[in-house]
């Protein structure tokens, strides 16, 4: 199951990556030293919180500003932990607290495909599979922020700043499984537009998430012959 | 560069590693064992799309808080067309993320921005 584990974990560490790059090349243009891109990365592991708190970070942000965003960014993984929470019934309260500590988007996309095909996931494998991911994660952060001010050009000019955008895509397409899935993709993006467009703020995510999700459960119970 | 004390960096990674890690952490310790009821399984099923379609909608649409397609202001929307395309056939996100920077990357060379 170890080795499985890990097999499992490749993708995620390929993906990351870039990622993880990116957000060690912007830190360190910012300021950040090596070691402290690699602190934030153990303690926070949170691929577009940490890219959203280097933006912040260079434009002189205070402290509650980058919490409360962060947190704000963080808080759809309260719908994705819930998700995968009737899975982890067999899991001790500490090993539940160890798997909540490396839930990230990406082990989301990945266990919300294997775990309802495993039904009782392994252990072993499963935390083989978070801390290989997790020791990638902070591996790519800290050699983007030794990289980082040694790269000719700006991390702009080599669209570093693009890899969160483009993960979201990957993820997003990983998650589409049938119609319904994506008028309501559609539907969340025209409204969280719509919102930041208008009124700006971090609100705009949540609000049309919240929206969108409760849309999909009403178009799950129309009967198909009534649409 | 930074403004900020060093010490100050090191409060903000640990204010910022607390609100990252309650999120995930409470809905496991109160959902995991018990049984959740048919219809929030539905609703928690649309969660995953609805939340990355809303982060993408307002990064691919607007540059500079302006609704434009213009690839100078905006290289975001055009470099998602062929990361999608790749994304739809091979599933794989080293690759999705690779031609998407690569396309950013592109776009600011040749449209000058």
Redesign the interface.
Known sequence: MIAHGFYRSLPLVLGYFPIGFAFGVLAANTGLAPWECGLMSLFVYAGSSQLIAVSLLAAGAGILTITLTTFLVNLRHILMSATLAPYLGHFSRLQQALFAYQFTDEIFALYSVTFPQEKIPNKAGVFTTNLVAHGAWIGSSVLGAWAGTTLTGSPESWGLDYALPAMFIALLVLQLNNRRHIFIAFFSAALSLLLFWKTGGHWHMIIATLCSATLGLFLEKTPAESL | ????PRN??????????L???L???????????R??PP?LK?????????????????????AD?R?TLHPAPN??FW??LP??AV??LT????L???????????L??FAGV
């Not at chain 2, 999705?96 to 990357?105: D, E, F």
Request: hydrophobic residues 65%; aromatic residues 12%; charged residues 10%.
């Open positions: 560069m930074l403004i900020y100050t960096i090191f409060i903000i990674i640990l204010c910022m590693a609100v990252t890690y999120p995930r952490l409470f809905p496991i310790l109160l959902l995991s064992r049984k959740l219809r539905i609703w928690l099923s649309y969660i995953p799309v609805a939340v990355l379609a809303s982060l993408l909608g307002p990064v691919l649409f607007l808080g609704l290289p975001y470099a998602a990361s999608l994304a739809l599933k794989n996100m080293f999705t993320i690779l031609i998407g920077m690569a396309g950013v990357a592109l600011r060379l």
